[in-house]
């Protein structure tokens, strides 16, 4: 009896062992190609004959054996166009790596990347636009293009990283011809998620130049600097703050008039208290009375000072800010109509993790300085879908990475939404989420190989019929 237990463990063990050995040294090398035909329709016409390969999340740390294979698999499908999703490079190798691999593709319409979270968390944004766009490649940050393709011309729309709430759909869109078959590439599936537009201020930055306690923000240094806001009417209005990553504390928000001299001699990257100035509204939650509903708490801490909590740190993390969210605090004002402000908010990090410490804000009725409505409370973004897109590919997920029997994708690289990997046909739209090529946190795939995916029209949409 005791040898057939020795032998299940001893069992157990090796195959244990060859899980681990397979997630680690296998299938994260074990390059895929995935087939799909696009439906038919004006893009699939418009395309002729002409291939879309779609490449994600690269993660590059260099250019060995892997994206030798890479490039090589592209230039095999003799692609008409080649599309890219962001997440290029984890280093400054992979940089490098970037430059030598893009320099080889070659696609008879071109080459067309948005950006990926990955790319501004690292802070290497600008560095891998300028290698990208060296190389040819056109990067689409909330803009389009139009290409003629054999059957016809179509757009290539392009979101900037949804992640941080950098993405302008309507932006993106705009100015593309009534009618024109347009494809929308993405970094994530958030542009097919319900969620509302805020202010994003996020204290705790790794890569930022501070790490747990206090700090004043203008949330600029996560997404550039959010556009001033002003009031379509004068009177009372309503602040709203709900949490991204719970854990973050927030003291008081000042609006302080944007035009006033004393904020332009505020030096940029400062995170003490801005300058007093005439004009400006100051928000003490405690003074102001706000109200509280779910996880939020309003207490005064240790050092006196009133907080408005977003619950215990507990690595939870609302990836998009919510239309109707039960956990908020909301603050009543007064203020006159016209007045561009500059929001910014006294904000506490329980940790320097990156995953403890942001809030959104939204007001009632704020508007940019265009008069355009911005960051309104209970606003919902448009989707793709119904903004007349026929096909959007996206990553970011990477298939979860590593997919459990029964279990499915252990995690979803912190999507907010239902979507994880593969295809999904919403209305007339197709979605398309790569698996991507390269890995985020751990270097493991398990039941989840990096994929280079192709799309062909249909057979009865090609000139020429199809290529072997
Ligand atoms: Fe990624």
Not at 350 to 358: E, F, I
Request: proline share 7%; net charge negative.
């Amino acid at each position: 009896m005791i040898s057939v237990l020795k032998a299940a463990g001893a069992a157990a063990l090796l195959s244990g062992a060859a899980v681990v050995a397979d997630a680690t040294m296998v299938e994260p090398y074990r390059l895929t190609t995935t087939r799909l035909m696009l439906p038919e329709g004006a893009l699939s016409h418009a395309l002729g004959g002409e291939r879309i390969v779609h490449l994600s999340d690269l993660h590059l740390h260099g250019m060995g054996s892997s994206e030798e294979r890479l490039a090589a698999a592209v230039a095999a499908e003799d692609p008409g166009l080649i599309v890219m999703t962001g997440d290029y490079a984890d280093t400054s190798a992979g940089v490098s790596g970037l430059s030598s691999l893009v320099s080889r593709l070659h696609a008879r319409l071109g080459v067309v990347a948005v950006p990926g979270n990955n790319d501004y968390f690292r802070g290497r944004q600008e560095e891998i636009f300028a290698t990208l766009r060296s190389a040819g490649v056109t990067v689409l940050r909330n803009a389009s293009m139009i290409l003629q393709g054999p059957g016809g011309r179509f757009a290539v729309a392009g979101v900037d990283d949804p992640f941080f709430g950098r993405d302008d759909l309507r932006r993106a869109l705009a100015g593309i011809p009534e009618g024109t078959p347009t494809l929308l590439l993405a970094h994530s599936p958030a542009v097919e998620e319900r969620r509302s537009e805020a202010m994003l201020f996020n204290a705790g930055d790794p890569s930022g130049a501070w790490g747990a306690g206090w700090f004043w923000l203008d949330g600029s240094h996560l997404r550039g600097r959010q556009p001033d806001i002003s009031f379509e009417s004068g009177g009372s209005h309503t602040l709203r703050l709900q949490g991204r990553e719970d854990g973050a504390g927030v003291g008081e928000i000042r609006l302080i008039p944007a035009t006033d001299p004393e904020l332009a001699r505020y030096p940029s990257g400062d995170h003490s208290a801005p300058p007093r100035t005439s004009g400006e509204i100051d928000l003490d939650p405690c003074d102001r009375g706000a109200t509280i509903h779910g996880a939020w708490t309003l207490n005064h801490g240790s050092d006196g000072l009133c907080v408005l909590h977003d619950g215990p740190d507990r690595g939870r993390l609302a990836a998009f800010p919510k239309i109707e969210p039960a956990d908020r605090a909301e603050i009543s004002f007064e203020a006159p109509a016209g007045v561009a402000y500059r929001i910014w908010v006294r904000i506490f990090s329980p940790a320097s993790t990156g995953r403890s410490d942001s809030v959104y804000l939204q007001f009632s009725d704020s508007v940019d300085p265009g008069g355009a409505p911005r960051y309104r409370i209970g606003s919902a973004l448009p989707l793709a879908s119904g903004s007349g897109v026929a096909l959007v590919l996206a990553g970011h997920t990477h298939g979860g990475q590593v997919r459990l029997p029964w279990l499915g994708a252990l995690e979803k690289n912190i999507s907010g939404g239902p979507f994880v990997m593969g295809r999904y046909d919403i209305g007339g739209t197709m979605l398309y989420i790569s698996r991507g090529l390269g890995t985020s946190y751990l270097p493991v795939r398990f039941d989840c190989p990096p994929e280079v995916v192709v799309l062909t029209p249909p057979a009865d949409e090609q000139r020429g019929g199809p290529r072997a």
